[in-house]
């Protein structure tokens, strides 16, 4: 391997932690890296808006995970597939491809519980009468639960059932670039004509509208152009829309005019449905007592429960052995069961402890005042929110009313400042156990 696909190796794992999921399949994992260029490393991306994105978006991420990764500084060149000697412009083709459908997701492979019996019922509901049940469909729920794989399985079996109509999955996020993108090359048009004349339209993590004002304007239009024209609407969310902060009146008005439907943390027969599907798609067997070990001290959401079964196989690679003990289990999960939080921990209840902590009035490390008595402690608590909730950067940046990149900071000069400064340490272990207690 030569060195600049060591380094992208090394970046896309720093990314695929600092960015949501979605975000990293639909921007980062797509990036070819081509050539170290003296300063530059030059990455190539399919289109124009993909390079806008990671110019505008990405860049200062990207250029400190390179660091990171070689050691050094280098300077960031993107450019695109079809201005690469030996290549050609040839657009895209393919329905599943413009869809951003993921066939591996369906309703045959989500396990359905009573956490979330709700979200699959309705969900597979709108496949069956789409645009007239339930619409909008807009599912809501914590991280890690299943909305985009419930998302994914009502456009793939959508497409199953109508394989001439038009469906398309996006995110906010990428529905936001592709508005700036339309209106800087002047394609407002043609951006229209994409979403609006879909039969199904399904975008993920509409919670990254807020703050947006000109995006929420577009696609308020184009949710009433697809509602008035009988098509279906699915959305996801992590939290409701009269919960999300700076979303405009309309657009919270328009999101709950359909359904409303909650995906919770699953309980724990769900959790042992979960294990058990998980375990045989890797051709593997555990013992029922290894899944009810896991199934007791793993209960925050699917995602974890994945990352748990992928851990206990890789210590049976590192040891060499066909035979998953519960030994091995419990030795694989050992580090992450003890830091697990005895409370449901997110970035507000940090923000609230450090405030307690520092005898400041609620709401003070979100304001923009810079003074050094507010300015640390909030120092302090985006620290935290990356260390204990291993939160990615935009994430907490969002709850801090801050740019990543001031998160990106701030954690580091903390991590600076902890070497050697016994004290510092100190204060922070008492804020992680004020953090993590009942």
């Known amino acids: 391997m030569n060195e600049i696909n060591e380094i992208w190796d090394s970046v896309l794992a720093q990314m695929a932690e600092e960015i949501?999921?979605?975000?990293?399949?639909?921007?980062?994992?797509?990036?070819e890296p081509v050539e170290i260029k003296g300063n530059e490393i030059v990455l190539s991306v399919k289109n124009s808006l993909n390079k806008n994105m990671l110019v505008t978006k990405f860049r200062s991420m990207l250029e400190s995970c390179i660091e990171m990764a070689?050691?050094?500084?280098?300077?960031?060149?993107?450019?695109?597939?079809?201005?690469?000697?030996?290549?050609?412009?040839?657009a895209d083709s393919g329905e599943e491809f413009a869809s951003g459908l993921n066939e591996r997701y369906s309703f045959d492979n989500f396990v359905v519980g009573g956490n979330n019996d709700l979200a699959y019922s309705t969900?597979?509901?709108?496949?069956?009468t789409p645009g007239r049940k339930y619409n909008p469909l807009f599912l809501y729920g914590g991280s890690g639960l299943g909305k985009t794989h419930l998302l994914q399985a009502i456009g793939n079996k959508f497409h199953e059932l109508y394989p001439n109509k038009k469906v398309l999955y996006t995110t906010?996020?990428?529905?936001?670039?592709?508005?700036?993108?339309?209106?800087?090359?002047k394609s407002n048009r043609e951006f229209r004509n994409k979403y609006r004349t879909v039969d199904l339209l399904l975008v993920d993590d509409v919670q990254?509208?807020?703050?947006?004002?000109?995006?929420?304007?577009?696609?308020?239009?184009?949710?009433?152009?697809?509602?008035?024209?009988?098509n279906q609407i699915v959305l996801t969310s992590d939290r409701l829309p009269s919960e999300t902060p700076h979303l405009t009146d309309r657009i919270k008005g328009?999101?709950?005019m359909g359904l409303l439907a909650d995906v919770q943390p699953p309980d724990y027969e769900t959790r042992i449905a979960i294990l058990k599907s998980k375990i045989?798609?890797?051709?593997?067997?555990?013992?029922?007592?290894?899944?009810?070990?896991?199934?007791?001290?793993?209960?925050?959401?699917?995602?974890?429960?994945?990352?748990?079964?992928?851990r206990i196989l890789a210590y049976a690679g590192i040891e060499r052995t066909n035979t998953i003990s519960i030994e091995l289990a419990q030795k694989a999960l050992k580090e992450i069961i003890s830091t697990l939080p005895k409370r449901n921990i997110t970035i507000s209840v940090i923000i609230d402890e450090v405030e307690k902590y520092y005898h400041l009035p609620s709401g003070s490390l979100v304001t923009k005042k810079r003074s050094n008595d507010i300015a640390y402690p909030r120092h302090i608590a985006m620290y935290l929110a990356r260390e204990v909730l291993d939160e990615s950067y935009p994430r907490i940046g969002e709850e801090f009313n801050r740019d990543h990149s001031t998160?990106?900071?701030?954690?580091?000069?903390?991590?600076k400042s902890l070497q050697g400064d016994k004290e510092l340490a100190e204060k922070l272990e008492d804020l992680v156990n004020n953090i993590r207690k009942n």
């Not at 949501?20 to 990036?31: D, G, L, N, P």
């Not at 280098?74 to 050609?88: F, K, M």
């Not at 996020?173 to 800087?184: G, P, Q, S």
């Not at 998160?407 to 991590?415: D, E, G, L, Q």
């Open 208 to 230: 990254f509208l807020a703050n947006k004002e000109v995006t929420q304007e577009e696609f308020f239009h184009t949710f009433n152009a697809i509602y008035d024209a009988g």
């Open 123 to 128: 969900a597979l509901a709108v496949t069956e």
């Open 407 to 415: 998160v990106m900071s701030a954690v580091k000069k903390v991590r």
């Open 20 to 31: 949501s999921a979605v975000s990293f399949e639909t921007w980062i994992k797509t990036v």
């Open 280 to 310: 045989e798609n890797e051709y593997f067997t555990f013992d029922e007592e290894i899944i009810e070990y896991v199934a007791n001290n793993i209960r925050s959401n699917v995602r974890d429960l994945e990352g748990a079964v992928k």
């Open 70 to 90: 070689a050691g050094r500084t280098y300077e960031l060149n993107v450019t695109v597939e079809a201005e690469l000697p030996g290549t050609s412009a040839a």
């Open 254 to 256: 328009r999101f709950s």
């Open 172 to 185: 906010s996020e990428k529905f936001t670039y592709e508005l700036v993108n339309a209106i800087r090359e």
